[in-house]
């Protein structure tokens, strides 16, 4: 039996992991105890990696774009792979019954996208309605299909609808 310093119980040896340096050879919490720990630990230190690094970020925006373009240069098909991947996917849902007067819609678009990022100081994406690839639908890349959002709202909006 032995008693465990967390939840302040006395439990059975076989419910406390090992620990060499112990006189008894045993940690001084029990398991369960220390898979709360771990299981919060790894929790909130993920989130303060996250919040960290998005600090950093915005910190260093220079240097984040070097690193970036770095990672882009030293793992270029891999770069090139994704950007293909997409390209043949929007290539792949713009239909070819689209006329002249769509496709001129289309630029209009991304037209309007530049006018209001410089209008606004605020960067504006042009979103897909319905997401090219989705998980259970994919759109299309037609007029009706697309809309200007800030980038931001864009970004967290991912691949859904």
């Keep these: 039996m032995k008693f465990c310093s967390s939840c302040k119980t006395t439990k059975e040896a076989v419910d406390f992991n090992k620990r ?17 720990y771990q299981k919060n630990y790894n ?6 990696n996250r ?7 915005e910190e260093n925006p220079e240097r ?3 690193t970036a373009r770095e990672w882009q240069y030293k793992n270029r098909h891999k770069f090139v792979a994704k950007t293909q991947k997409r390209r043949a996917a929007k290539l792949n849902a713009t239909p070819p019954w689209l006329n002249e007067d769509h496709k001129f819609m289309l630029e209009e678009i991304y037209e309007l996208r530049e006018m209001r990022t410089q209008a606004t100081g605020v960067v504006h994406h042009v979103d897909h ?10 759109g299309l890349h037609v007029p009706w299909n697309l809309q200007v959002i800030p980038a931001t709202d ?3 909006k991912g691949n859904t609808l």
């Design 51 to 57: 919040l960290r690094v998005k600090k950093w970020r």
């Design 64 to 66: 984040n774009k070097q």
């Design 129 to 138: 309605i319905v997401p090219l690839r989705g998980t259970t639908v994919c």
């Design 20 to 36: 060499v340096r112990s006189k008894d050879g045993l940690q001084t919490h029990c398991r369960n105890c220390m898979k709360k």
């Design 154 to 156: 864009n970004i967290r």
């Design 43 to 48: 929790k909130n230190n993920k989130e303060v």
